[in-house]
């Protein structure tokens, strides 16, 4: 739940850009290509993701003309000119960043110490885009308890060093794009915010801190923005004899394992969306929508998400100054709303909504700020409020775009369903086995003997589903007769992926595991009553999986699992065929409703016992 605040506000905003603009022509001057591969990468980058001009702590020799500590003094400095609060009388610094100058001690004493401030309360977060969000979190809620009047939360990122020619060069990193992506990605700056519970108006206005929400969902997914590792993520670089050889193979490079980044935004969309049903938020009243992407390749993405929950906020709303200022990170959000604020005129009753995903291991953030008149009163109590809960039309993010109004419901229903199960899958045995790199053939192998017997079952209780559906519901048995005899073979696909991953039980042989067992007996026993219709649920969970589960696990597997692509086959064909079988639910779902609207119940029930016993079955593959 979001944590809301009565008498906090943002007295005032600045920030520092290091050194003049550097245009895309002149990147080379500081971070050049290594290769052709690299050249190639470059252009790439540069074409998709729409930055013009970006700003280094570095010179053309690649020396740091300004360290990390200063860059983010500077932007604090530039905040407190803007008010006449100096900084005297600031009593806590609270810092987000990935890193400092030195790993030891935290960069927020770094900056303290930079800025030759007195005494006070420190905090460093440390992660990636969110760490801001965090600092900034955790000054506000020590304003609301009256711990401190004046809080100064900032955020600052200097990646230049790390990508620079001298250090990239040695290794060549000659097909290691998630090395090159970065280089051209991000660059440097500082951003910073002051706090207060006794605003001062500016221009009879003033700017309130509505609500702050951070959810990371790291215990799901593996890592998928990281330095420090090796490539593999196998191995720490204090793990080597000695830092040249960590860097030699490559444990200091910057990297992001793009092929996880639709995660980051299908989980973060989805959560924006469990704000917008407990009411933190709605859409028609979101005036100013600052969302930090690091690219505008990223910009559909975001808005296709947005109109598939029915949440569409018009472009016109949204503000952005990557192409200026580029990618900086943690202090991207910060710096935005600095530049925002200066260049825009406000009114009261307006609403700032700020969107900060972070892919280091999937953290959604969000803030709201609203724009109060200098007149309006400010509560002197913490009172907790509740917010007002608001229906809203939205379907899961793994069907299709859009739903005729009469199953927009269900669908709502339905997508806190899959939010809630997806989630519980990502932390299985297994699964976090295969995210933590601890996955090997006989896992698989024995994954594959459990799964095989439950797939043969599949067709089986679907005819028999068919087989209890009355005559008025002929047009739903068709639909379910071609979905089950496409699938019928499915599990000889399944049984040569564990032949080939070694397995030597005959087919008669295998046997379910205890949650399969579960899952199995129950969908057969429901099957076999009359007009099971709360199949359709059963059937939305285990297509979903294929869909939306299963094709994001084959890269995990293929890298830690050493075995032909023949051994995938099943892995390989669920993920591009159960989209077209979720358009066919949703057809048989719009059948179903038009002759009984009381099965949306038994349709939800359905799907959320389908999802325990799925998950029972994950639960048990890798028990000893």
């Known amino acids: 739940m979001p944590t809301r605040f009565n008498r906090v506000y943002i007295q005032a905003a600045g920030y520092h850009l290091p050194g ?50 200063r860059l983010t003094a500077n932007a604090i400095e530039d905040c407190l000119r803007r008010t006449n609060i100096a900084l005297n009388d600031v ?18 004493a770094m900056v303290q110490g930079e800025l030759g401030a007195r005494p006070m309360e420190t905090l460093s977060s440390l992660g990636v885009c969110a760490s801001g969000i965090g600092a900034l979190n955790y000054a506000a809620q020590s304003i609301e308890l009256g711990a401190h009047q004046h809080a100064v939360v900032a955020a600052a990122e200097m990646p230049s060093r790390i990508f620079k020619k001298s250090r990239f060069a040695p290794r060549g990193y000659q097909s290691d794009f998630d090395a090159h992506f970065l280089r051209w990605m991000l660059s440097d700056g500082a951003g910073a915010l002051l706090l207060t519970d006794n605003p001062q108006e500016k221009n009879g206005l003033r700017l309130k801190v509505n609500w702050v929400h951070q959810k990371s ?13 090796t490539e593999d993520r196998s191995k720490s670089f204090l793990d080597f004899p000695s830092s040249s050889e960590a860097e030699a193979e490559g444990a200091l490079a910057l990297r992001q394992d793009i092929r996880l980044l639709p995660h980051l935004f299908d989980v973060s969309i989805h959560e924006y969306v469990k704000l917008v049903q407990e009411g933190w938020v709605h859409s028609s009243e979101i005036d100013h929508f600052l969302c930090h992407y690091s690219s505008n390749r990223f910009i559909p993405v975001v808005e296709e998400l947005l109109a598939k929950a029915g949440l569409s906020i018009p472009r016109e709303r949204w503000y952005s100054n990557l192409t200026t200022r580029g990618n900086t990170g943690s202090a991207s959000i910060f710096i935005m709303l600095a530049e925002f604020l200066e260049t825009h005129t406000l009114k009261p009753g307006e609403k700032i909504f700020c969107f900060i995903p972070e892919s280091g291991r999937m953290t959604a953030a969000y803030m709201l700020l609203e724009v109060e008149a200098a007149d309006a009163a400010i509560s002197v109590k913490n009172v907790v409020a509740t917010p007002v809960q608001q229906e809203v039309p939205i379907a899961p993010p ?3 775009q859009s739903a005729p109004q009469h ?10 369903v899959w939010h809630d199960y997806r989630s519980q899958v990502w932390r299985s045995p297994v699964i976090h086995k295969l995210v933590s790199n601890q996955f090997d053939v006989a896992d698989y192998r024995s994954w594959t003997a459990q799964w095989v017997p439950q ?8 005819r028999e589903a068919v087989a209890s559906l009355s005559d008025e519901y002929s047009e739903l048995a068709d639909l379910i007769s071609t979905h089950a005899g496409e ?38 026993a429901l099957a076999a ?10 059937i939305y969970i285990i297509e979903g999986t294929g869909q939306r589960i299963v094709p994001a696990l084959l890269p995990l597997l293929r890298k830690q699992v050493d075995l032909p692509a023949s051994a995938f086959r099943f892995l390989e064909y669920h993920g591009a065929n159960d989209e077209h079988h979720l358009a066919r639910w949703l057809s048989a779902v719009e059948l179903v409703l038009a002759k009984d609207s009381k099965a949306v119940n038994t349709i939800l029930a359905t799907a959320k016992r389908t999802a325990q016993l799925y998950l029972m079955q994950f639960e048990h593959i890798v028990e000893a």
Not at 498 to 512: F, K, V
């Open 455 to 462: 797939v043969r079952e599949g067709s089986k209780w679907m």
């Open 217 to 229: 969902f790291a215990g799901d997914y593996p890592v998928c923005m990281q330095l420090g590792l």
């Open 20 to 69: 003049l603009p550097v245009d895309n022509e002149a990147m080379d001057d500081y971070i050049a290509p290594i290769n052709r591969i690299s050249l190639r990468i470059k252009n790439k980058i540069l074409a998709e993701n729409g930055i013009q001009q970006r700003y280094y702590a570095l010179d053309k020799n690649g020396v740091t003309a300004i360290t990390h500590a």
């Open 398 to 400: 793994h069907d299709p």
């Open 487 to 524: 699938e019928q073979n499915d599990f000889k696909i399944l049984y040569e992926d564990y032949l080939s991953a070694g397995g030597t039980e005959a087919l008669d042989n295998l046997q379910r595991n205890p949650g399969g067992e579960a899952l199995n007996t129950y969908l057969h």
């Open 407 to 416: 199953l927009q419901q269900l669908l709502q229903s339905l997508a806190g």
């Open 91 to 108: 009593s806590l610094l609270t810092m987000g960043s990935t890193g400092s100058d030195a790993l030891i001690p935290g960069f927020a």
């Open 529 to 538: 009553t009359k007009n099971p219709l709360g199949l359709l649920g059963a």
